[in-house]
């Protein structure tokens, strides 16, 4: 009995995988590639013929001209071929530590700006490429990047507002800013 | 906490039970044999797989041989599954040159995908070749799914069955979970996700010149869609990208998050009502389900409100941890900012409370008590929905139990679903219910206490003590999640958390067959006024407060170790 049931189970397990590990990914590629072609191949963002980026994920930002993107916990920030979170306790005094010092960086890049930094902009996201910013810390960024690009502040927070999304439905997921996509529209604006 | 969250978590039980429902009247249909409206398509294909291996569909197994044809099945899986990763730099679809996996995370790896955990001890995009993902990782999504299916029908059947041995053929129930449930269920989705943003590319990645011009962002892509779509359903949890479904790519939108997380939940409750129609008793399955739903609602607001509190980490800075309409707040650390607090803490609520283990969050940061309520619904052995399959013959373990113990307070022999409960019965549902549980707390101990153990350990203190229970728990259950500040990929925790995986599975399943052969072989006895009622309120209270009882007396004291201290000290 036991030599037939490995002699099936050896069978089956092969046609198990050419129908699950064969077929199936490739039925689902073809008909994804046919379909949402642009979303299959990672939503990438072209400028002059070039891929620039990828809308769903974030981009590492210092210059002060642009917004900049939460921090980054990948061994180079915003490494999008290793993804990775910090997986620092709540308790852990390095967390503590890296917080304190993205506080003073921000502080230093707007002496002027007195509001509380948003907590989003302070805290490492899950998977390192977070591409969003709260609305709230855009705005928080706003006079920075105004006086930088010599543009009225009332511009940048109207193209913030313009970039804002809201929760979808009214209820999932957060209101949120892609930075990508708001600095290519910075860089537009000239 | 706020109304929106209390909604959301509201919409989310809805919109659950109205898609369990159908779907658990059809595989009702599927296991009962009975044709369905997929059979045009689903039932040559059916036939087609019967031949290719030699299977007739006809021949009724007894306990016996169902476990046996199951082991060996698994076997093969996993020496498949094993050889694909030892010799991947030479196979295939491998076009980072990534090398031969060593013998020791190979060993983990294999292990964990056939018995539907989902551990991983290393980076997806990182380790493993296209062709190691798709043709040995993604088959097992299936296939260990559908041996949990094949396990609870076969369970069922004992239940039903009248002094037979015949417990249905496990090589029918496994074709027919994954030619009738999972593949269908795994398109949709998959094609769902892919319109919200998940790729589905044969590239493996591209570079893009970033917009302030200093080094090119190289972007990792891959055939990502069609497993995050099984890997929700199966109760898998085994992502494509390192950071799971915290990946922009794994989990691109607010509604993509909305998908994933209903299908986490969606097979092992609609089981519930499989359970119920082929019992001919809906309200038995109604029974299971609502001790699921009165454990996870409560646990889920906890975690929530929990999240929302300010982290320690940015106290006394001028930081705004408030929630508002234009910001997130609460503890973001580890969060995406799209998903937000809320969705984060009830998917880490979900994904432990069914033993799914993807993440979209990085449990290691949350708050002491956040991280708690992840752990404490593992040790609880995964049956708060549980695996797919596995999940519901758990619950119907605790059911036994409950049976016995108010048989024993009015000293009447106990009964479930027409079945007198006996000696045989309580030995074998103890083994099941105590196999995982003792592995968490001696696998923990042994870890404490050896140099190999803690020099794995990135937190110092009760933290670091969280993350070995929160590695052990995780295994034991076969839910797959991680504290990943633990850095298992050594020989020391790849062979103890994979030894850890094969008791949770089949010191659990193997009784589970054993039961269902010995039931089967009973006579039903008719019902009688004196027969205590399975369906009602009483007994869904019962059967609570057993689960709770195990898992309270086995965890507290360990739970005490670990995130009470860690919360008290934050105060």
């Not at chain 1, 105004?146 to 439905?169: C, I, K, M």
């Not at chain 2, 990763?85 to 491998?94: D, H, K, W």
């Not at chain 2, 103890?430 to 020099?455: H, K, Q």
Request: overall charge neutral; charged content about 10%; glycine content about 10%.
């Amino acid at each position: 009995m036991v030599r037939r049931q490995v002699s099936i189970a050896v069978r089956m397990l092969l046609v198990m995988t050419l129908l699950t590990g064969v077929v199936y990914p490739a039925l689902v590629t073809f008909v994804a590639q046919l379909v949402f072609p642009a979303r299959a191949q990672g939503s990438l963002i072209l400028r002059d013929g070039r891929v620039v980026g990828s809308e769903l994920i974030g981009q590492h930002f210092t210059s002060p001209r642009y917004f900049w993107g939460r921090p980054s916990a990948t061994s180079r920030p915003y490494d999008a071929s290793a993804s990775a979170g910090s997986n620092w306790g709540p308790l852990a005094p390095e967390l503590r530590t890296a917080v304190a010092s993205r506080v003073e960086l921000l502080r230093a890049s707007d002496p002027a700006q007195r509001e509380p930094i948003p907590v989003d902009l302070v805290t490492a996201s899950g998977s390192g490429l977070d591409p969003h910013i709260s609305p709230a810390s855009a705005l928080w960024q706003a006079p920075r990047v105004a006086r930088e690009r010599g543009l009225s502040e009332a511009r940048v927070r109207e193209l913030v507002g313009q970039y804002s999304e809201p929760r979808t439905f009214g209820l999932l997921g957060q209101p949120r800013v892609n930075v990508l996509r708001l600095n290519l529209a910075l860089d537009e604006l000239r | 906490m706020s109304a929106v969250d209390g909604l959301e978590l509201a919409l989310y039980v809805g919109v659950l039970l109205a898609l369990a429902w159908p779907l658990g009247t059809y595989m009702a249909r599927v296991f009962g044999g009975e044709r369905t409206w997929l059979s045009t398509i689903a039932s040559p294909l059916e036939r087609a797989l019967y031949r290719a291996g030699g299977v007739d569909p006809s021949r009724a197994m007894n306990w016996k041989a169902y476990a046996l044809a199951m082991l060996v099945f698994q076997g093969a899986g996993f020496a498949l599954l094993y050889a694909l990763q030892r010799m991947q730099s030479v196979l295939p679809l491998n076009p980072q040159a990534l090398s031969d996996v060593p013998p020791h995370l190979a060993f983990n790896t294999a292990v964990s995908f056939v018995s539907n955990t989902n551990w991983q001890s290393y980076g997806g995009e990182t380790t493993m070749s296209a062709f190691t993902q798709l043709v040995g990782l993604t088959v097992q999504n299936f296939v260990s799914a559908a041996t949990g299916i094949a396990v609870l029908v076969a369970l069922v059947r004992g239940f039903v069955g009248r002094t037979t041995e015949a417990l249905g053929n496990f090589w029918v129930d496994l074709v027919r979970a994954t030619v009738y449930v999972l593949l269908p269920l795994a398109l949709v989705v998959a094609l769902a996700l892919v319109s919200q943003g998940v790729v589905q590319s044969l590239a493996s990645a591209v570079t893009a010149a970033t917009l302030e011009g200093g080094a090119p962002q190289p972007i990792a892509l891959g055939l990502v869609a069609s497993q995050v779509a099984i890997k929700q359903l199966g109760t898998n949890g085994g992502g494509f990208f390192n950071v799971n479904s915290a990946h922009p790519f794994e989990n691109p939108t607010p509604l993509s998050n909305g998908i994933e997380l209903l299908s986490i939940l969606l097979l092992p409750a609609a089981l519930c009502f499989t359970f119920g129609r082929l019992v001919k008793d809906l309200r038995q399955g109604w029974a299971l389900l609502a001790a699921m739903l009165v454990m996870f609602v409560p646990l889920a607001l906890f975690a929530i409100a929990a999240e929302h509190g300010a982290p320690p980490s940015v106290a006394g800075m001028e930081v705004d941890a408030m929630s508002s309409a234009s910001s997130p707040g609460g503890n973001m650390e580890g969060k995406e900012l799209r998903v937000g607090v809320a969705e984060s803490a009830l998917w880490a609520v979900a994904t432990t409370a069914a033993s799914n283990g993807s993440v979209n969050s990085m449990h290691d940061s949350f708050t002491p008590l956040g991280g708690l309520v992840p752990m404490f619904l593992m040790q609880l052995g995964e049956v708060v929905f549980g695996g797919v399959g596995s999940g519901l013959y758990g619950m119907a373990l605790f059911a036994l139990v409950a049976v016995f113990i108010a048989g024993l307070m009015v000293g009447r022999t106990p009964e479930y679903l027409g079945k007198k409960i006996g000696v045989f019965e309580m030995q074998m549902a103890s083994v099941a219910i105590l196999a995982p549980c003792a592995m968490v707390l001696i696998g923990t101990a042994l870890a404490c206490a050896t140099d190999s153990g803690r020099a794995s350990l990135q937190d110092r203190g009760p933290h670091g003590f969280s993350e070995l229970l929160y590695a052990f728990s995780s295994a034991s259950n076969n839910n797959g999640s991680a504290f990943a500040g633990l850095t298992a990929a050594t020989d020391f925790y790849d062979a103890l958390l994979g030894l850890a995986m094969l008791v949770g599975r089949y010191l659990v399943a193997l009784p589970v067959l054993a039961i269902a052969g010995s039931l089967a072989a009973k006579k039903s006895v008719p019902t009688s006024p004196g027969t205590l009622a399975t369906h009602d309120v009483l007994f869904v209270v019962l059967l609570v407060g057993v689960v709770l009882l195990v898992g309270a007396l086995n965890f507290v004291p360990a739970l005490a170790l670990g995130p009470i201290v860690e919360h008290l000290r934050m105060h």
